[in-house]
């Protein structure tokens, strides 16, 4: 079946990269994506990347997705306190009518 | 543009009894998603609609259900509650179901007690 997997904690020292790893399963995925969710809050869309893509910048944030492995990597250069959240990594399964979410990685910035 | 509001922002609920939770989509937004948080399950698919019919559903008993209004505002209901129903209910819009585009509520923190 459809399944996500992440870490479930990272720390790390503000000014370093923070690396949070995900793979996933079903390789029909069309997208995979990147959520922040802060305390008592939503979840906020950081990035997403195309399927048949292998990398996306987007200001401090990089994806990495390897298809072979069905491996999702999120990379967080200098990493900032306003960082610290629940990262959730998600892909669209293979109807693409539901996002289909790792149980999220909880990101700990210490300065 | 608002973004996506969710009412009552907390809930405190009996066992047994039924709670209605509303969502008010992005203005010009047709589609609206629900899902439930737990610490347990994490994040899991309800329901869908989009222009006031379901299109899609996950797996939840037939005690949660929805609807949608002409003006794209979303209701879903609990009947009969149980303690396992506690958790934070995200309402996601998005203009036509495309889940690049889709746009997240804070949340109504449900207690069952």
């Known amino acids: 079946g459809e399944d996500v997997e992440q870490s479930l904690f990272l720390s790390v020292r503000e000014g370093d990269s923070s690396v949070i790893n995900c793979t996933y399963t079903?390789?029909?995925?069309?997208?995979l994506y990147w959520y922040k969710q802060e305390p008592g809050a939503g979840l906020q869309l950081l990035t997403y990347i195309f399927s048949n893509m292998d990398m996306k910048q987007d200001q401090r944030l990089t994806v990495l997705l390897n298809k072979k492995d069905k491996h999702l990597s999120l990379r967080i250069a200098d990493t900032q306190t306003g960082d610290s959240a629940i990262y959730f990594c998600?892909?669209?399964?293979?109807?693409?009518?539901?996002?289909?979410f790792g149980k999220g990685t909880t990101l700990s910035v210490s300065s | 543009k608002a973004g996506v509001t969710q009412t009552p922002r907390y809930l405190i609920k009996t066992r047994g009894q039924q709670v209605t939770l509303s969502c008010s989509p992005i203005s010009g937004h047709r589609s609206v998603s629900w899902y439930q948080q737990t610490p347990g399950q994490g994040l899991q698919f309800l329901f869908e609609y989009f222009s006031e019919t379901q299109r899609n559903k996950g797996n939840f008993p037939g005690r949660f259900s929805g609807r949608q209004f002409s003006n794209s505002r979303s209701e879903m209901n609990v009947s009969t509650l149980e303690l396992g129903d506690s958790a934070l209910y995200l309402c996601?819009?998005?203009?036509?179901?495309?889940?690049?585009?889709?746009?997240f509520g804070p949340g109504t923190r449900l207690t069952v007690t």
């Open positions: 996601a819009s998005s203009p036509s179901g495309s889940l690049y585009e889709q746009y």
């Open positions: 998600a892909e669209s399964g293979q109807a693409g009518t539901a996002l289909i």
């Open positions: 079903d390789s029909s995925s069309t997208y």
